[in-house]
DNA sequence: ACAAAACGTTCACTTAAGTTAAAAAAGGAA
DNA sequence: TTCCTTTTTTAACTTAAGTGAACGTTTTGT
C-alpha cells in the first residue's frame, strides 16, 4: 500500500531510498472505517489527507441538511481549506467506505519541504496542476445542466455513480435527490426510444 | 505601479532591493487597451498575468456563444490551466477595461524559481491559497441558488456589478442573460415591499 | 430477526430558469 | 449629432428544478 503512495510521488520527482526511509518514519498511513468523520465542521485542523484505497466525502450542514461538494478516491489528495487560511473548518469529512489514507500534518510538512526542496517543488506543480483542473470542472460546472453535468460525470467517473448515494451524488450536482431521480429517469425514455 | 506587484509579493516574501531589481529587469510590465484579445482557444500559451489596474476575464465560445467564467481585477493572478497542462487552451482571455497587467513567461518563472528559492515558497503558498479558495467558492456555487449567488456576489464583489456588463455576468452566474434581469427585478420588488 | 431509520422513487403542485421574440436603452463610430 | 450595433429589459410560453408528501425498499443497530 505504501507503494501507492511512492508511485504517486514518482510522477513529481524522484525519491532515493533514504528519501523514502524519511517519509515511513512519519508515521502517516491510517485505515479507518466507513462512516468514521475525520474533521468536523467548525473545528480546526492542520491535516492533509491522501486516499490509497476507499472513499472520503466532503459536506456542508445548510439548514439542518447535508451539503456533499466532493468526493476523494484512490490516489487524490485533500488539503481543506481551514488548514490552508488556518481557521475553523467550514465543512467536514466523512469515510463513505472502509479506507486507507495517509494522514500527514502541516507542521511536518513544511519540516519535510525545507529539509528536501525536491518536496516543496512537488507541492507547489501538485497545487498548481490541483487548481487548474479544478477550474475547469467549476466552468464546466457554470456553463452546463443538471442533465449535462450527469452525463459528464458518467463519463469522467462512471466509479462515482456506483459507489456512492443517490442523495449525495444529487448534492454533488448541485441539485436536489429527487430530481436526480427524475432525471436519470428521463435519460432512460430518451435511450429507450 | 511596480509598487503594487512588490506590494503583493511581500504579503509572501521579504524581497532585497537586489532581488527587486532583477524582477524588474524582466520587463514583464504591459499596458493593455480595452478589448485586446491576451489569449485566443486553441492557442498555447506560457504566459501568466498579474493584473495591477483594469479587467480582464476569461469566455469559452460553447454554441457560438461566448460563456465568461471569470473575472480577474486589482491584486489578482492567473495562470490559465493550458499554461499547466502545456495543451490548447480552452478558453480566451481579454480586456474588459484598458489594463496594467505583469506578463509572466513559465520558462522565466522557472529560472527564477530555482535561482531564489524564495520564490518556490511564495508560489507554492499562493497556488494553496487560491485552491483553497477556489474550492470554496465551487462549493458555495454548487449549495445557492441563482437568486443567491447573485446576492452573494452583491456582498463579496459589489464592483464587479457595476464594471462588468450583464450578460458577462449572467454566465458567471451560470444563468441566462435574461433569467438575471428578471432576477434583479423580483429582488427589487422584493425589497420595495 | 426485528424494528427503526435512511434511502430512492414517484406524484402533484409551485416556482424559477430556458427559449424565442420584440422593444427599449445605451454605447460607439462616422 | 445621427445611425447602427450591442446590450438590457419585457413578455408569453415551455421546460425543468424545488417542494411536500407518500410509499416501497434497503440498511443499520440492537
Redesign the pocket.
Known amino acids: 500500500m505504501q507503494d501507492k503512495l511512492f508511485e504517486f510521488i514518482a510522477k513529481y520527482i524522484a525519491l532515493t531510498e533514504e528519501e523514502k526511509n524519511v517519509l515511513l518514519s512519519l508515521d502517516i498511513f491510517r485505515s479507518v472505517k ?2 468514521t468523520v475525520l474533521l468536523e465542521v467548525g473545528q480546526k485542523s492542520k491535516d492533509s489527507y491522501f486516499v490509497l484505497k476507499g472513499c472520503i466525502r466532503t459536506y456542508y450542514i445548510i439548514d439542518g441538511e447535508e451539503k456533499t461538494t466532493g468526493f476523494y478516491t484512490e490516489m487524490e489528495a485533500l488539503t481543506p481549506p481551514c488548514v490552508v487560511h488556518k481557521s475553523p473548518s467550514e465543512y467536514s469529512i466523512s469515510c463513505l467506505e472502509d479506507t486507507i489514507l495517509t494522514v500527514s500534518n502541516l507542521d511536518m510538512e513544511e519540516e519535510v519541504n525545507s529539509k528536501f526542496p525536491k518536496f516543496e517543488i512537488m507541492c507547489r506543480v501538485l497545487s498548481e496542476e490541483l487548481l487548474a483542473k479544478q477550474r475547469i470542472d467549476f466552468d464546466e460546472f457554470k456553463t452546463s ?3 449535462q453535468r450527469y452525463l459528464n460525470l458518467l463519463q469522467k467517473r462512471p466509479d462515482l455513480i456506483q459507489r456512492v ?4 451524488l444529487a448534492s454533488y450536482l ?13 435519460i432512460m425514455d430518451k435511450s429507450k426510444e
Open positions: 466507513k462512516g445542466s443538471p442533465e448515494p443517490q442523495h449525495q448541485g441539485i436536489k435527490p429527487q430530481s436526480l431521480s427524475r432525471l436519470r429517469a428521463r
